[in-house]
């Protein structure tokens, strides 16, 4: 590996201590049986950073804990497109995973295109001729169902998680269930419309019928989510009457929740 | 209100000078006034210790990760501290992605310098085996809302990081001479100095502390002093900028003594909410 | 490269004075100073400049044209590279080059030349203590050279000080080692004021002061060696 000239160098090897457990393997079965389509509490919080256009903050009890903004519509550079560009940025905190800690210059293309995907079926890209909007998603502590929190902070686009485990899908696994699971999916929706944004799976599923039931395992979940965001939404709506914060991306989307409302 | 939005606008350095004129700052704070400082420790489990701060809307997390390493061959009874400050995108529409930059880099290097003078950890205590296996402490920073006072708020969440690291217990198998590790046993790191920064710019020859990333956008130099519970100096950082007299930092030192009691105060007080004993 | 263009433009100046450790009431000593100007030809001004053992090679290019991204509409955009002897510049070149900038953007006159760029490119050629200090003279001298305006001229000058409180002005690597504070300060030429500092290890309020003022005075003989060495350039020319 190329020494990084960019940031203070340490040894150039160095172990988690987690391999040196004393007794082996980590034993800590909590198998606790739970109800296989039973969501995690979720926190959410919108207009947090105050150099952001929008931001939000998604905490799931399992743990993870995911900040977003949203910084844009600037000038896109190189050429003018008819529509707007969505750039999209997945980074985890060097600190975020057990185990071993990652090095800082790794970053996530896999989950940053998965994000690309989901959002860019949700934002009005064609309103922003010429111009870029970015999104950047930072993870702070991974609890599992990373991705599905990272989706679900971005208004109407609620997503997630599964795994699967023997003969059944869990929804929002933690991360102790993703480590034993042998497939994953996250499912992305927009509740308003009833349409799949975003798919994401991987491992060993099964049948085509399992992939199906995990399917709609997933969709159920995403909207039973979809009034808890938009609760939040809602409530830094009511407290920012301006909308200020909410007003780019959000303005056109929230102005149609309110209507329903 | 929308003429002086507009006068903000147009002439910033003209608009700061008629708040000075009246000792005040925009924000209504008095020239020598912080903002609100908020420290939450702890809170990523995942990281060996943790802390969360907020400088006004500058918010900054450190967490440590503890993992092992050999120590190097000309100092092997020393592990080792890395402090690496990230600013992502994220945090302000200033900072593009990729690798770190200038100032990410530089902040860096100042918590390095900090840790290095300061002596805050030994880097003889986290020795485990001489010449075998010691601690690394990967300290990383990262800024979450950059809104000014990028390095008060580095060093305020190291230092409360640091607090909350606890280490699990190191124990030698003899036979095979590899380490093992009880999870269940922690042990806090002993902690020898507590550095605090304050930091102030120069405007012209008006001395302000806790720049929000306007004031600092607005200034023409920068000074930062950190000091230890004995009010020796650990590092006075003036990067260039206006010049100062001695009399002038005689003034800053003393304010950031004050700031220290505030800052040590308020880490005492987190620490101690977190772990009643 | 330096018989065809150092001799003719430049010049060789140098200054003696007995190394010793000094009390706050001694008159400073510093090692011996030997600068040459104008030695490179591609760079608009250039400076070699030598204390003690510590050798550093400063190249400046500008005003020139600046890169769209990095314009600044109302003054030139300075820009400082510092090379390490060997390998790649890494955090700890970045951070020093970060404080040269900031100190040199202090004097030089930039509004002078909007849209602009400056350019100082420091090499260091040996390292034998008071690194910072040097490059910061050097970078002076190599502004001088390129005739860039400045308000005021800057020195760089590092103190040392030992356990028991006796400073040494321009240490050398081992004195700065067994040292336990080491104090780097930019003086300014007008008013002897501190542009720029920069500290390892601990020390106490009343000693920082005294290398303050250690350093005000040794600064005078460097602006003193600069106003020679300035003198006998032209009068030669």
Same mark, same amino acid.
């Given at each position: 590996?190329?020494?990084?000239?960019?940031?203070?160098?340490?040894?150039?090897?160095?172990?988690?201590?987690?391999?040196?457990?004393?007794?082996?393997?980590?034993?800590?079965?909590?198998?606790? @049986?739970?109800?296989?389509?039973?969501?995690?509490?979720?926190?959410?919080?919108?207009?947090?950073?105050?150099?952001?256009?929008?931001?939000?903050?998604?905490?799931?009890?399992?743990?993870?804990?995911?900040?977003?903004?949203?910084?844009?519509?600037?000038?896109?550079?190189?050429?003018?497109?008819?529509?707007? @560009?969505?750039?999209?940025?997945?980074?985890?905190?060097?600190?975020?995973?057990?185990?071993?800690?990652?090095?800082?210059?790794?970053?996530?293309?896999?989950?940053?295109?998965?994000?690309?995907?989901?959002?860019?079926?949700?934002?009005?890209?064609?309103?922003?001729?010429?111009?870029?909007?970015?999104?950047?998603?930072?993870?702070?502590?991974?609890?599992?169902?990373?991705?599905?929190?990272?989706?679900?902070?971005?208004?109407?686009?609620?997503?997630?998680?599964?795994?699967?485990?023997?003969?059944?899908?869990?929804?929002?696994?933690?991360?102790?269930?993703?480590?034993?699971?042998?497939?994953?999916?996250?499912?992305?929706?927009?509740?308003?419309?009833?349409?799949? &944004?975003?798919?994401?799976?991987?491992?060993?599923?099964?049948?085509?019928?399992?992939?199906?039931? &995990?399917? @709609?395992?997933?969709?159920?979940?995403?909207?039973?989510?979809?009034?808890?965001?938009?609760?939040?939404?809602?409530?830094?709506?009511? &407290?920012?009457?301006?909308?200020?914060?909410?007003?780019?991306?959000?303005?056109?989307?929230?102005?149609?929740?309110?209507?329903?409302? | 209100?929308?003429?002086?939005?507009?006068?903000?606008?147009?002439?910033?350095?003209?608009?700061?000078?008629?708040?000075?004129?009246?000792?005040?700052?925009?924000?209504?704070?008095?020239?020598?006034?912080?903002?609100?400082?908020?420290?939450?420790?702890?809170?990523?489990?995942?990281?060996?210790?943790?802390?969360?701060?907020?400088?006004?809307?500058?918010?900054?997390?450190?967490?440590?990760?503890?993992?092992?390493?050999?120590?190097?061959?000309?100092?092997?009874? !020393?592990?080792?501290?890395?402090?690496?400050?990230?600013?992502?995108?994220?945090?302000?529409?200033?900072?593009?992605?990729?690798?770190?930059?200038?100032?990410?880099?530089?902040?860096?290097?100042?918590?390095?310098?900090?840790?290095?003078?300061?002596?805050?950890?030994?880097?003889?205590?986290?020795?485990?085996?001489?010449? !075998?296996?010691?601690?690394?402490?990967?300290?990383?920073?990262?800024?979450?809302?950059?809104?000014?006072?990028?390095?008060?708020?580095?060093?305020?969440?190291?230092?409360?990081?640091?607090?909350?690291?606890?280490?699990?217990?190191?124990?030698?198998?003899?036979?095979?001479?590899?380490?093992?590790?009880?999870?269940?046993?922690?042990?806090?790191?002993?902690?020898?100095?507590?550095?605090?920064?304050?930091?102030?710019?120069?405007?012209?020859?008006?001395?302000?502390?806790?720049?929000?990333?306007?004031?600092?956008?607005?200034?023409?130099?920068?000074?930062?002093?950190?000091?230890?519970?004995?009010?020796?100096?650990?590092?006075?950082?003036?990067?260039?900028?206006?010049?100062?007299?001695?009399?002038?930092?005689?003034?800053?030192?003393?304010?950031?003594?004050?700031?220290?009691?505030?800052? !040590?105060?308020?880490?005492? !007080?987190?620490?101690?909410?977190?772990?009643?004993? | 490269?330096?018989?065809?263009?150092?001799?003719?433009?430049?010049?060789?100046?140098?200054?003696?004075?007995?190394?010793?450790?000094?009390?706050?009431?001694?008159?400073?000593?510093?090692?011996?100073?030997?600068?040459?100007?104008?030695?490179?030809?591609?760079?608009?001004?250039?400076?070699?400049?030598?204390?003690?053992?510590?050798?550093?090679?400063?190249?400046?290019?500008?005003?020139?044209?600046?890169?769209?991204?990095?314009?600044?509409?109302?003054?030139?955009?300075?820009?400082?590279?510092?090379?390490?002897?060997?390998?790649?510049?890494?955090?700890?070149?970045?951070?020093?080059?970060?404080?040269?900038?900031?100190?040199?953007?202090?004097?030089?006159?930039?509004?002078?030349?909007?849209?602009?760029?400056?350019?100082?490119?420091?090499?260091?050629?040996?390292?034998?203590?008071?690194?910072?200090?040097?490059?910061?003279?050097?970078?002076?001298?190599?502004?001088?050279?390129? *005739?860039?305006?400045?308000?005021?001229?800057?020195?760089?000058?590092?103190?040392?000080?030992?356990?028991?409180?006796?400073?040494?002005?321009?240490?050398?690597?081992?004195?700065?080692?067994?040292?336990?504070?080491?104090?780097?300060?930019?003086?300014?030429?007008?008013?002897?004021?501190?542009?720029?500092?920069?500290?390892? *290890?601990?020390?106490?309020?009343?000693?920082?002061?005294?290398?303050?003022?250690?350093?005000?005075?040794?600064?005078?003989?460097?602006?003193?060696?600069?106003?020679?060495?300035?003198?006998?350039?032209?009068?030669?020319?």
């Amino acid at each position: 590996m190329p020494l990084d000239h960019r940031r203070v160098p340490g040894p150039e090897e160095s172990q988690s201590p987690l391999l040196f457990v004393a007794g082996g393997a980590e034993e800590e079965a909590s198998e606790a @049986r739970r109800d296989p389509s039973a969501l995690q509490p979720l926190f959410a919080r919108v207009s947090l950073l105050s150099q952001a256009k929008g931001s939000a903050f998604v905490e799931l009890s399992g743990g993870t804990k995911v900040l977003c903004a949203v910084y844009g519509p600037r000038e896109a550079g190189g050429g003018g497109e008819a529509r707007g @560009r969505l750039v999209c940025e997945f980074r985890r905190a060097p600190f975020a995973s057990r185990g071993a800690r990652r090095k800082p210059s790794e970053r996530d293309p896999a989950l940053a295109q998965a994000l690309q995907e989901a959002l860019s079926a949700a934002v009005r890209l064609g309103r922003y001729p010429r111009a870029q909007l970015e999104v950047s998603a930072l993870l702070l502590e991974d609890g599992g169902s990373v991705l599905a929190a990272a989706l679900s902070l971005f208004d109407l686009v609620s997503a997630c998680a599964l795994c699967r485990r023997g003969g059944e899908w869990l929804l929002q696994p933690t991360e102790e269930e993703t480590r034993r699971a042998c497939a994953q999916l996250t499912v992305a929706l927009l509740p308003s419309l009833n349409q799949v &944004a975003g798919l994401l799976g991987s491992g060993e599923g099964g049948p085509p019928e399992s992939w199906a039931q &995990a399917l @709609r395992l997933g969709l159920d979940g995403c909207q039973r989510l979809y009034p808890l965001l938009r609760e939040s939404l809602l409530r830094a709506a009511k &407290a920012h009457l301006p909308l200020r914060n909410l007003q780019l991306k959000r303005g056109t989307l929230l102005h149609r929740v309110l209507q329903n409302k | 209100m929308a003429a002086a939005s507009g006068f903000r606008t147009v002439e910033p350095v003209e608009y700061y000078r008629r708040f000075l004129k009246e000792n005040c700052r925009p924000d209504g704070r008095d020239l020598g006034e912080f903002r609100t400082t908020t420290i939450n420790i702890g809170s990523i489990t995942t990281a060996d210790g943790s802390a969360l701060v907020k400088l006004g809307n500058t918010t900054v997390v450190c967490g440590i990760k503890a993992e092992f390493a050999a120590p190097l061959a000309d100092s092997s009874n !020393k592990g080792y501290i890395v402090p690496n400050v990230d600013l992502p995108p994220l945090c302000s529409s200033r900072f593009r992605p990729g690798p770190p930059g200038e100032e990410a880099q530089a902040a860096s290097q100042f918590v390095a310098d900090v840790i290095e003078n300061s002596q805050v950890v030994m880097k003889e205590d986290l020795c485990i085996v001489d010449g !075998k296996i010691a601690w690394v402490l990967y300290c990383d920073i990262i800024c979450l809302d950059y809104d000014g006072n990028l390095l008060d708020a580095c060093m305020c969440a190291f230092l409360a990081a640091l607090r909350n690291v606890q280490l699990p217990a190191v124990t030698i198998n003899e036979e095979t001479g590899l380490a093992e590790v009880n999870l269940k046993e922690k042990i806090p790191l002993t902690i020898r100095k507590e550095p605090v920064a304050t930091s102030f710019i120069l405007f012209d020859t008006v001395m302000i502390v806790d720049p929000t990333a306007e004031e600092e956008d607005l200034a023409t130099g920068m000074l930062t002093i950190v000091t230890d519970e004995e009010g020796k100096l650990c590092s006075v950082h003036k990067p260039g900028g206006s010049a100062l007299t001695g009399a002038k930092l005689q003034d800053c030192i003393s304010r950031a003594t004050a700031r220290y009691k505030e800052v !040590k105060k308020l880490i005492d !007080k987190v620490i101690k909410s977190v772990k009643p004993t | 490269m330096r018989k065809r263009y150092g001799e003719a433009r430049g010049w060789i100046g140098a200054m003696e004075t007995e190394q010793k450790k000094c009390d706050s009431g001694d008159l400073p000593s510093l090692r011996r100073i030997v600068c040459e100007q104008g030695l490179l030809s591609r760079p608009d001004g250039s400076a070699s400049w030598m204390q003690g053992d510590t050798s550093v090679l400063a190249g400046v290019y500008g005003p020139s044209e600046v890169k769209v991204s990095k314009e600044i509409y109302d003054k030139a955009t300075l820009e400082v590279m510092l090379r390490p002897k060997v390998g790649l510049p890494g955090v700890y070149e970045r951070s020093r080059e970060q404080m040269i900038k900031k100190t040199c953007e202090a004097v030089v006159l930039g509004t002078l030349h909007p849209r602009s760029s400056i350019t100082i490119v420091l090499q260091v050629i040996t390292d034998a203590g008071s690194l910072l200090a040097s490059c910061l003279n050097a970078a002076c001298m190599g502004l001088m050279d390129a *005739g860039l305006p400045m308000g005021s001229l800057f020195c760089g000058v590092t103190c040392a000080l030992d356990a028991d409180g006796n400073f040494t002005l321009d240490p050398t690597a081992k004195q700065e080692k067994e040292a336990q504070t080491v104090l780097t300060f930019a003086i300014d030429s007008i008013e002897k004021k501190v542009l720029m500092s920069s500290m390892k *290890g601990t020390c106490s309020v009343e000693q920082l002061q005294q290398c303050v003022a250690a350093s005000q005075r040794a600064a005078d003989t460097i602006f003193q060696f600069y106003r020679d060495s300035a003198c006998r350039k032209y009068s030669k020319w």
